[in-house]
């Protein structure tokens, strides 16, 4: 794996300059440094035999490695 990584928490913090947005009651937090890199994409949960949990869909992400990690 080479390049960037998502990174999905729970946080109490807020730092200055982190972008922050309400949707349907959850506020999401992104740090001003991946902002950009974030801008368009898409967090869903999917719960079926294929695939559990979270998956992002970034327009982005121009490739990634096989097991889909991480990204550049």
């Given amino acids: 794996c080479s390049g960037l990584r998502y990174q999905l928490m729970f946080d109490d913090r807020q730092l200055d300059g982190d972008l922050k947005d309400l949707y349907q009651g959850v506020t999401l ?25 979270f998956t992002i869909d970034n327009p982005n992400a121009a490739n990634s490695c096989a097991c889909g990690d991480s990204f550049h």
Avoid: C, H, K, N
């Fill in 29 to 53: 937090v992104v740090d001003r440094m991946s902002a950009p890199y974030l801008g368009g994409a898409t967090i869903d949960f999917m719960d079926t035999i294929e695939a559990q949990g």
